[in-house]
């Protein structure tokens, strides 16, 4: 006794495999989805045994046929697509096993899949890693077919789907594209194709954003490209390699980095000011958490732009922020930029007041440049002079950059200038900053606008 589940393929005549017709030819009994049959008639002998069944009847299908496994009988159960993916092969193997008293000879004969027939017609969107989500809810809880949604997304896998929508099921496909939007671009390319290989076939080409949900039934499969995929003339390409695409000029990095960091922030309430410092602060330290420490007021990185392009002054509590914060642009402005730390009058002015170095140095800042742009990145201290002087209105500052970096009076200093609200600043709160944030934050001033 022999049973073989075949893969008939997507329903063209042509899409069958020599091997799958063979087998197909020796079928004493055939078991299928009585719409199937339509396409294999012509390939089966006549006195061929032929028992259609509707298509929620999967096990009544599988269990049927290792029932009527008989001596010197062949048993075939036709898939469309391919037997093994969506479609029968486990199921009948599934029930085999439970009647291991019976000597079948089981084979499995493959088919040439819906998603490889579609992407055949689409020219070459499966040029990388790939993969296919059955939006069907019948056989898989729907959490667990969203956590799948979401690990398609995250990894940029040209996603093909199966069953996207229904009648019943007609909610599914809404939220895909509500998830994958979250990591996706808008213009995504996407295919809908439609009963592919048959003569009502119909292919649609359109972009994430733009996918009309009602566009597709359960006769359509969707699939939707990844980062590098994109239209050529009425096909999709996924290139083979990112390696095609990687930027290879550190400005081309650069873009690519700040690309991908921007895909990933979630923060709707940034200004695209603010939004551009954020990035600046993730690309200095790779650490996404930076956009929710920010905080700034009166529109500050706008503020600075103008400040700085118009060769404003720039006032560090350490050199380290002196140097990060980058030439080109102080000398494009002629912007000028002081750190005090090091200064002759620091030492004396420190012993006498009792204060730190960078207290000290504040304090001359102050007294030289009253309308300069104060960044802090390191010295909680300095920033706890500033609001001090602040608060005795000893000086009118362009603004304040708070990120001093470290455990004690960190967060307290930050706090202290969060109060002042008649100065335009940039916090980042808690304890991480650092000099390469407050200097990222003044170059981001630098360049918001570019």
Known sequence: MKLSVVGIGPGGKDYILPVAQQVLA???????????????????????????????????????????????????????????????ASLVYQYASTHADKEIELETIPGISAFIAAAGKLGAPLGHDFCCISLSDLMTPWPLIEKRIQAAAMGDFVTSLYNPRSKKRFWQLSRFKELFLQHREPATPVAIIRQVTRPEEEITITTLADLCIEDVDMFSLVMIGNSQTYQFKNFLVTPRGY???????????????????????????????????????????????????????????????????????????????????????????NTSVYCYLNDEAVLPLAEKERLTRSQAGMRIAIEKHPEALFVVGNAPTALFELCDQLQDNRFRPAGIVGAPVGFVNVIESKLKLQAMKNVPYVIIQGRKGGSNVAASIVNAAFTVND
């Open 243 to 333: 390696m095609s695409r990687k930027p290879q000029s550190g400005q081309e990095i650069q873009d690519e980095s700040f690309r991908q960091i921007a895909a990933q922030m979630k923060r709707p309430d940034l200004t695209m000011a603010d939004r551009w410092a954020v990035m600046r602060c993730i690309h200095t330290t790779a650490d996404f958490e930076y956009e929710d420490l920010y905080l700034s007021n009166k529109d500050a990185i706008t503020q600075w732009h103008h400040y700085l392009k118009a060769g404003g002054t720039i006032v560090t509590d350490v050199t380290m922020v002196q140097s990060g914060i980058t030439k080109d642009f102080l000398k494009k402005y």
């Open 26 to 88: 020796t079928a004493d009994i055939v078991i299928g989805y009585s719409y199937y049959f339509q396409f294999i008639a012509h390939l089966l002998k006549l006195d061929c045994e032929c028992i259609g069944k509707d298509l929620t009847e999967e096990e009544a299908r599988a269990a049927l046929a290792v029932e009527r496994c008989e001596a010197n009988k062949h048993v075939v159960v036709i898939s469309s697509g391919d037997a093994g993916i969506y479609a029968m």
